[in-house]
């Protein structure tokens, strides 16, 4: 989408364990695990689950059952008076198994050689973000793989066309360019191998579109069907193209006077959807060639562009009106907040519920003739002016949305991106690339604590929950293989909510543990986070040491009761008998 246009063009960018339950360990941690060689499994005894939903399709056959240990705690006390909202939560009742893939990252090719930052690969690998997209937004449009730097195809234009018509420098992009600056293909495949991730390849389809050889589709398509072969499988999921419904896109418009085998001088749906099964019939003969499969997404818009300005129209109607049932799977983009707006906090945070599912609604009916996994390759807020995106309601945000993406059964997600640049604090990077005030190179931002913790405490399967009152407090109730209840509380609010838990079809074991995670008081928009209490020692960020902080803990005989700080959230784990 139009949405973040102006920040892309400037190229911005759980291993098994012993169930364990010690006391007060103070060199602590959580210890999840992903499959593994687990303890016996205690799996949701007497209850199915759902069947997946086709949106989410097969980013579920990965799925593997959680198990998490806790070694550590630090007593605290129940909160004293009236809870505001009990929230229950049924751990029998399933709505959905939580795909490993709705946690995941965009890698761009402007933030260093990666593997080369020890710092930044800590990180990554702490978020444990199980997917990385590459090469990054709409560059990927500009992007030759295979190229070293400067040594483009003799058929590429040495101007773009933007969408009224003027010459614009094209900004390519090299795969093979090894200079300490960018990410080579090469190094981003080994990010994938060090944090046991995988990946989603971004494949250049605007060179069919403004390439000048003779037949421009079938040479766009080779490049990438090479890729494929390059690639031997690393790579599960591959879209084609990005975000080309926006006529700030290379190729919406291109210099007819170049083409030479009769294109229009604008892009349709249409038109990339008969280009898109060249693409999809070249790529998928150069897996079966190197033995492996993979999945291949269309791209499709989330409005259907028919207001005016800077989107074209009924996209998603001409795309699949071409291309039929030849996608794997659909990638949308969103960006939440409104483009380039001052927004406040509330504004920010009244989104992640709303939006989400009316995206997914808007899917579901613009794809009901050819229904597919859904994937939201890109999504963050684009508020500006006041360090909205790199402070602790950015993190708030995210924990909502991530709640609400798995109950709404995407099928992946990953959010825009790792790191990028600090423009006057609106930057999208989820780490500081060096440029930020008063900050470390690579210091996290208030969103990686609240992703980090939200991966330790939010189990295999989402369950359901309700609130008996109305407050600024959501809940999102999961289960854990392994026998335990986590539950995320967020507060999207400006006051402190006592929100006591209710456990259905569940026997609750001897204690309940926890981490409370809210923003500095200097200014809603503090770029500070605490947890349990402990900040960070510089201007933004959080505790250097947040991963020997213990979890507060409490007797479940006294009942569950926490206080979810205003801007904030609470992550809970109970144990199970």
């Known amino acids: 989408m139009n949405a973040h246009l102006n920040i892309k063009k400037a190229w911005l960018f759980f291993i098994g364990a012993t169930l364990l339950f010690a006391s007060c360990k103070k060199e602590d941690k959580l210890q999840p695990s992903d499959g593994g060689n687990p303890p016996p499994v205690v799996t949701n005894p007497g209850t199915p689950d759902p069947d997946a939903a086709i949106t989410q399709g097969f980013f579920l056959n990965d799925w593997q059952p959680r198990h998490i240990s806790i070694l550590g705690y630090t007593d605290a006390a129940i909160p004293a008076g009236t809870a505001d909202a009990t929230v229950t939560i049924d751990v029998q009742n399933v709505i959905t198994k939580v795909s490993p893939y709705v946690f995941g990252n965009n890698i761009n090719t402007y933030m260093t050689q990666v593997v080369t930052e020890p710092v930044l690969m800590n990180n990554i690998a702490q978020l444990n973000p199980k997917i990385l997209r590459a090469p990054g937004g709409s560059l990927a449009d500009a992007f030759f793989w295979s190229a070293p730097d400067g040594q483009l195809p003799a058929d590429v234009p040495a101007k773009f066309l933007d969408a009224q018509g003027n010459q614009i420098d094209p900004n390519y992009w090299y795969g093979k360019n090894t200079a300490p600056w960018t990410l080579s293909i090469d190094n981003y495949y080994k990010v994938l191998q060090q944090s046991n991730a995988t990946g ?3 494949v250049n389809y605007a060179y069919a579109r403004y390439g000048t050889s003779q037949n421009p589709v079938a040479t766009a398509a080779h490049l990438a069907a090479d890729w494929v072969r390059y690639d031997k499988g690393k790579t599960k999921f591959w879209e084609i193209g990005n975000e080309n419904y926006g006529i700030w896109e290379a190729g919406y418009r291109i210099d007819k006077t170049l083409n030479k085998d009769g294109q ?25 060639e190197v033995g492996t499969q993979i999945k291949i997404a269309a791209v499709l818009n989330n409005t259907d562009g028919t207001g005016g300005g800077v989107e074209i129209p009924n996209w998603n109607r001409d795309v699949l009106g071409e291309i039929g049932n030849a996608a794997d799977f659909y990638v949308v983009h969103n960006y939440y907040s409104p483009y380039q707006e001052n927004s406040t906090a509330a504004a920010i945070l009244n989104t992640p519920v709303t939006v989400t599912k009316e995206l997914m609604d808007y899917i579901i009916n613009s794809t009901a003739a050819y229904p597919k996994p859904i994937a939201l390759s890109e999504w963050n807020i684009q508020a500006t002016g006041s360090n ?13 949305t991530l709640g609400e993406v798995i109950k709404n059964k995407f099928g992946e997600a990953s959010r825009f991106n790792l790191a990028n640049n600090w423009l006057n604090g609106d930057d999208m990077g989820m780490f500081n690339i060096g440029d930020e005030p008063g900050a470390v190179k690579w210091q996290p931002r208030p969103a990686f604590y609240y992703q980090y913790y939200f991966r330790q405490f939010f189990g ?52 309940y543990y926890y981490y409370v995670l809210n923003g500095g008081t200097e200014t809603v928009f503090s770029r500070k986070v605490f947890i349990n209490g402990k900040g960070p020692s510089r201007v933004s960020g959080g505790p250097d040491d947040f991963q020997q902080i213990t979890p507060l803990s409490a007797i479940t005989a006294n009942g569950i009761k926490v206080t979810v700080p205003a801007y904030g959230a609470v992550y809970l784990l109970a144990e199970g008998k």
């Open 200 to 202: 989603m390849i971004t």
């Open 264 to 288: 229009p001088e604008l892009l349709t749906g249409g038109l990339y959807g008969k280009h898109f099964k060249i693409f999809v019939d070249s790529m998928r003969k150069a897996a079966t």
């Open 388 to 400: 909205q995106n790199v402070s602790n309601i950015a993190g708030v945000h995210l924990a909502m």
């Open 460 to 511: 295999d399967r989402m369950v359901s929950t309700t609130m008996d009152t109305s407050t600024d407090v959501l809940a999102y109730g999961s289960s854990f293989s392994s026998g335990e209840a986590g539950i995320v509380l967020v507060n999207k609010g400006d006051a402190a909510k006592i929100i006591s838990i209710k456990l259905r079809n569940f026997t609750a074991g001897n204690r």
